[in-house]
Nanobody
Framework: QVQLVESGGGLVQPGGSLSLSCAAS????????MSWYRQAPAKERELVAS????????DYADSVKGRFTISRDNRKNTVFLQMNNLNPEDTAVYYC?????????????WGQGTQVTVSS
């Protein structure tokens, strides 16, 4: 059974930082592209950042470039999202996603989400 367990969300003031983690189990971690998505109230879920399975090529949404950093530890089956200089527009539920390198039919999994609130 595949599980993705996020942690690290919370309340932070504007300009602050948070670090999210997602621990994966029940899958061959190095066969999956790992991503972070977020969904704010009344908005669609959007891709925040992704990282490829072996070479670790990263991609970011324009809104977070230069502020967020995605990384992964293939020995610990964990993906991270370091978020700096947060602003209220970053408030959302953040979801971890694992998508098989050969496509959705081979596996597409989601975590339960972790709330990030940026407010003074």
């Amino acid at each position: 059974q595949v599980q993705l367990v996020e942690s690290g969300g919370g309340l932070v003031q504007p300009g602050g930082s948070l670090s999210l983690s997602c621990a994966a189990s029940g899958l061959t971690f190095t066969s999956f592209v790992m991503s972070w998505y977020r969904q704010a109230p009344a908005k669609e879920r959007e891709l925040v950042a992704s990282i490829t399975n072996i070479s670790g090529v990263r991609d970011y949404a324009d809104s977070v470039k230069g502020r967020f950093t995605i990384s992964r530890d293939n020995r610990k089956n964990t993906v991270f999202l370091q978020m700096n200089n947060l602003n209220p527009e970053d408030t959302a539920v953040y979801y971890c996603n694992a998508r098989h390198i050969f496509g959705l039919a081979r596996g597409d999994y989601w975590g339960q989400g972790t709330q990030v609130t940026v407010s003074s």
